[in-house]
């Protein structure tokens, strides 16, 4: 098996899971989660990010009944909620990153968990103002920290299977024409 | 090799590189790349992208002079721009999205450049508009077409080291405190 053959495979096989088995995810495989997650690049890396990572029952259940994206949230054990934090994005011109250097992070969890063998779906948040309050409240989360997405986690009934969104046209050599 | 250690592996051995080898990467490779990164996942599956991947001396030359954190352009051969396509992103709440989308679409090819050899590194470009319109002016782009990085493409000559950015303060569990 090579390295380059197995992460492509890994990344090519990435998916929406929205269907899970019953079976729980360990505090353990949250952080390994979390740790890809901080892994990710961002702008003059001030990594200006903080990971929710969620296993209470109760919680879960107050998001998944609030948030009309998130609704499998009632059916699984787990979810991360990867956040921007505006302290490591003092200025404007920061604060425009966030957002990209925490999608990165999302993507890195996205592909760790499908390399894992467990699922998840990118259930957007920001920037859904009724949708971040719904987190805020639910998480006590401070005014600095806003939330990105919600990704629930779990194992996969495989169900969900991926989708070939190779478009040639969309690969353009050189310059426009 | 299990697929969980060897992704995981290649997540956390990706890092910003900045100097490369004399040798060429050819068309098929960056055909690799930009597949992987059309995987990403999309808000509403809108795939709001287009990717330009450059191999003439001339573009990569003159993007390199011009843009002042994407000088290593002058001294690689590649190069991808990760671009939003605004027609796939028809109002206003979806235009917040193709950041998100194209931001997950870059960390694909980041970790798929890792994954066979390669190394890269994400050069900003939006929201900047002086460095928007220099990347609109070098490669003919129309007023729909907004680029969000441009990532040079190379074989590194391993200088650059990935950093451990895993802090367990950025880790927090169901509630903030």
């Known amino acids: 098996m090579d390295t380059d053959k197995t992460v492509l495979n890994v990344i090519h096989s990435r998916k929406s899971v929205r269907h899970y088995t019953e079976q729980t995810v360990s505090r353990e495989i949250l952080e390994t989660l979390v740790r890809a997650g901080m892994s990710a690049p961002s702008a003059v890396n001030r990594q200006p990010w903080v990971f929710i990572a969620i296993d209470e029952r109760q919680t879960l ?20 909620v990867v956040c921007g934090d505006m302290k490591k994005a003092p200025d404007e ?38 949708r971040i309050e719904i987190v805020r409240r639910s998480l006590n989360l401070p005014d600095h920290i806003i939330p990105l997405n919600v990704l629930p986690i779990g194992f996969p009934d495989n169900i969900d299977k991926p989708k070939d969104k190779w478009n040639p046209g969309k690969l353009i050599w050189n310059k426009w024409v």
Do not use: H
């Open 93 to 130: 011109w920061q604060q425009e990153f966030w957002i990209q250097d925490c999608s990165a992070a999302t993507e890195n969890i996205l592909i760790a968990a499908e390399a894992i063998g467990l699922g998840s779906v990118w259930t957007a948040v920001y920037p859904a103002k009724d």
């Open 61 to 80: 259940d107050e998001l998944g009944s609030r948030l009309p994206y998130a609704r499998m949230l009632l059916k699984t054990n787990a979810a991360i």
